[in-house]
């Protein structure tokens, strides 16, 4: 995995996760939906990194 790549992705999951805890802790569902839409972006990611490395081998 590149390392630029595995950063953003686990960027895109640290900040789905702080938008979901933020949304749940003031109410906000929309930002909790947010949230947890950003967290799979950054999961899918990291996933599709992963099989690109797999397949490099």
Do not use: C, I, P
């Not at 909790?32 to 839409?37: L, S």
């Not at 990291?46 to 490099?56: C, G, L, P, R």
Request: aromatic residues 2%.
């Amino acid at each position: 995995m590149s390392d630029k790549e595995k950063s953003r992705a686990k960027a895109e999951q640290a900040k789905g996760k702080l938008k979901e805890t933020a949304g749940r802790a003031v109410g906000n569902e929309r930002l909790t939906t947010e949230g947890r839409a950003e967290k799979a972006k950054g999961d899918a990611r990291q996933a599709k990194e992963k099989m690109k490395d797999v397949f490099k081998r």
